[in-house]
């Protein structure tokens, strides 16, 4: 069995769920999405850790006078994270089949599209293909919005179509450039295939403008500051189940670009810039709590905390070490298990208080509602990363790589305990809200949810799970980078890529001579 299977038959799935009637097709596309899933998962168990290299390797030649092929693989850095996107795509069908929606069968065209474009960024080992992917994966998100949205949906989609389409436009400039100017340089023909560019060094000035495209691009996409301009408008007016997969995957695939791509193929310019990234992360992380603080819409409080994550996600990728590395990797996959059933829950605290998110409406909801109450206090407890949950072992990771800033992003630990407690006390405790109807939550919405949150126990009983998966391929990663710091990597991480002590140096310092 071939990725190209996996990548594509949520596509498949959603086409022949299309051509059922309306009021099944909902229900055909929810329990079609459990077979991309049963796949993946079957990838994660074959999965040999502490191999090095791509495993379940597809390598086609697509485009051959441009050297651009159609290659697809996994290893420590995107199987979790593979098995991370089915899992949130089924868990968002499933929420999404109880409901009605206009035009259900485009509706899950779209997001059958979304899942298998998100498959296909994740498992692609060529540059342009994986821009092609990430571009695409954006697509089914302005009609889901646009369509499906509430509020001012127009507002919102305008500026994600404007802030996507700039960094979009960035990313694609630097990869041509990135294939063109390593050929240049090298004397070879053309190629966009990552593990070919990696041993085709450029030059620190290129590196230099073409690190900065990629930058944009995916910052926009994670969100960060100053690039977070669509955030609020986007994620308030997104349906529930597209932002719950946008919030936990889509941003995923950018911060796994800074990895895949950038740390590997422009060394010199990630360790150039590497205070300007811990910077940008730490900013992050300190806006973002403070609005936490104050907002009282529950759905912009979830917002909020996903980008003081993706800072300290950031933290963990630009340490350039692979302790930080893999807090980030597993903070990647901890972080998308929570703010998922976070956003169903608030839904559900929504429907229980007339449809408003404001968190001043609502109060003692827990009264009839123990499972409900219950199922957000494990998810809240994971989000402010309580010490023996899954997301304390990511964070921890991320801290124990770069001291003197992670001294200073503490305060976004402290301050997600607050907000974070501060929205389940006001919706399950104290009075009852004026339009308040405490209920227990409904086995539908607990199909959706109840999954995810065993999950999240699971990695909090055992993180090892995914740190075991990711060491070997993080190590090989950050080498290039260490290199250029001036720390010797881990030598079985050079032994295990197959590249000697002597040309891994050659090739990840040469430009240093060559600037």
């Not at 930058?215 to 960060?224: D, E, I, S, W």
Request: some cysteine; glycine content about 8%.
């Amino acid at each position: 069995m071939t990725l190209s299977i996996l990548i594509w038959l949520p596509l498949v799935i959603a086409l022949l769920a299309a051509a059922l009637p309306d009021h099944l097709t909902g229900r055909a596309a929810a329990i079609g999405s459990l077979i991309p899933l049963g796949i993946a998962i079957s990838y994660l168990a074959r999965f040999k850790t502490g191999q090095p290299g791509l495993q379940f390797v597809t390598d086609h030649t697509w485009i051959g006078a441009f050297g651009i092929h159609y290659k697809l693989g996994l290893d420590g850095l995107n199987v979790a994270l593979v098995v991370l996107a089915t899992v949130l795509f089924t868990a968002s069908m499933v929420w999404a089949a109880s409901r009605e929606w206009e035009r259900p069968r485009l509706f899950y065209f779209f997001f059958g599209l979304a899942e298998s474009a998100v498959l296909g960024a994740f498992c692609a080992q060529d540059l342009f293909l994986f821009v092609a992917l990430f571009d695409l994966m954006l697509i089914p998100f302005y009609f889901l919005t646009g369509i499906w949205g509430s509020g001012d949906r127009v507002r919102a989609t305008t500026k994600l179509v404007v802030y996507t389409l700039v960094g979009s436009f960035f990313m694609l400039v630097a990869a041509i450039a990135t294939a063109v100017l390593a050929s240049d340089a090298n004397g070879t023909p053309i190629t966009f295939v990552l593990s070919s560019l990696q041993h085709l060094p450029l030059s620190h000035a290129s590196q230099d403008w073409i690190f900065l495209c990629f930058a944009v691009a995916f910052l926009v996409k994670m969100p960060l500051v100053p690039f977070h301009g669509w955030l609020a408008d986007g994620y308030r007016s997104m349906p529930i189940p597209a932002v719950a997969v946008f919030s936990g995957v889509l941003s995923k695939v950018a911060a796994y670009g800074f990895l895949r791509i950038v740390l590997p193929l422009f060394p010199y310019a990630s360790v150039h810039y590497q205070t300007l990234m811990l910077l940008i992360a730490l900013w992050s992380i300190l806006w973002a709590t403070s609005l936490a603080f104050t907002t009282t819409n529950a759905r912009l409080v979830v917002a909020y905390s996903s980008v003081a994550q993706l800072g300290f996600i950031t933290l963990g990728i630009f340490s350039l070490r692979p302790q930080g590395g893999q807090g980030a990797l597993l903070q990647m996959v901890n972080h998308g298990l929570v703010t998922a059933p976070l956003f169903f829950i608030v839904a559900a605290l929504a429907v229980r208080c007339g449809g408003s998110e404001d968190i001043r409406e609502m109060g003692g909801l827990a009264f009839r509602a123990p499972v409900l109450a219950t199922l957000f206090l494990i998810v809240a407890l994971a989000n402010l990363a309580m010490p023996g949950s899954s997301n304390f072992a990511g964070e921890f990771g991320v801290f124990k790589a770069k001291e003197a800033i992670a001294v200073i992003a503490f305060a976004g630990v402290v301050g997600a305990a607050v907000y974070s407690l501060r929205v389940y006390i006001r919706t399950m405790h104290n009075r009852v809200g004026p339009r308040a109807q405490s209920r227990e939550i409904s086995w539908r919405d607990g199909l959706a949810i109840v999954p995810v949150v065993v999950v999240i126990l699971a990695l909090a009983l055992y993180p090892q799970f995914g740190l075991k998966r990711s060491q070997s391929s993080l190590q090989t990663t950050m080498a290039p980078a260490e290199l250029q710091e001036g720390v010797q990597p881990a030598t079985a991480a050079l032994a295990a890529a197959g590249t000697p002590r002597l040309v891994a140096r050659r090739v990840y310092t040469y430009p240093a001579a060559t600037p």
